[in-house]
């Protein structure tokens, strides 16, 4: 089905077109809405560099070996923008990827670091590791929910390092004993 009946259909079925059929909601529009208007940032800046190379769509077709009318169909907006032909464009271009995406997303704007913290923070939780509270941050922005990432780890490190270290003392004293010691503790 093509995309121009893909949106009708989803239109018309008050539905964002997803294979569920289950009205979208009130967040996910607003997600969706959000990531349309970044597409077409990231389609505009695109399109305004290739313009200041002064390179023809067809000759950047030519010379990433496309179909003819591929580069303007994406840069253009009717044509999915995909990644792997977007960082070929750039290539080609001689923009650096991280540039652009620097230009569409200024640091700042949003970090990777927290929403990998609470994902890790969960995962720590579920598996039955402590997690260490934002009082132990020494200074850091804690994550959603109170703790310190880094802290548990260097906990978790720390605890196991020790663990590892009196395994190693309990061995070497078997060693030479000839028979198993009780531990000091």
Do not use: H, N, W
Request: proline residues 5%; glycine residues 10%; hydrophobic residues 35%.
């Amino acid at each position: 089905m093509g995309r121009a009946k893909k949106d009708r259909v989803a239109a018309d079925s008050g539905s964002s077109g997803e294979e569920s059929g289950a009205p979208d909601t009130p967040e996910a529009e607003a997600r969706r809405a959000q990531s349309a208007g970044r597409t077409e940032e990231a389609r505009d800046l695109l399109d305004r560099l290739i313009r200041a190379r002064r390179i023809s769509y067809l000759e950047m077709d030519r010379r990433l070996g496309y179909g003819r009318g591929r580069t303007r169909l994406m840069a253009q907006g009717q044509l999915d923008l995909k990644y792997q032909p977007l960082i070929e464009i750039l290539e080609e271009l001689g923009v650096d990827p991280g540039a652009y995406f620097q230009a569409l997303f200024p640091s700042g704007e949003r970090s990777l670091a927290e929403p990998l913290e609470k994902i890790f923070g969960d995962k720590m939780t579920r598996a039955g590791i402590p997690l260490a509270r934002a009082e132990e941050a020494g200074g850091r922005k804690p994550a959603e929910g109170g703790f310190d990432l880094e802290s548990s780890i260097d906990r978790i490190i720390e605890d196991r390092l020790q663990a590892s270290i009196a395994k190693i003392f309990r061995d070497l004293a078997e060693k030479t004993s000839g028979g198993p010691r009780e531990d000091p503790k």
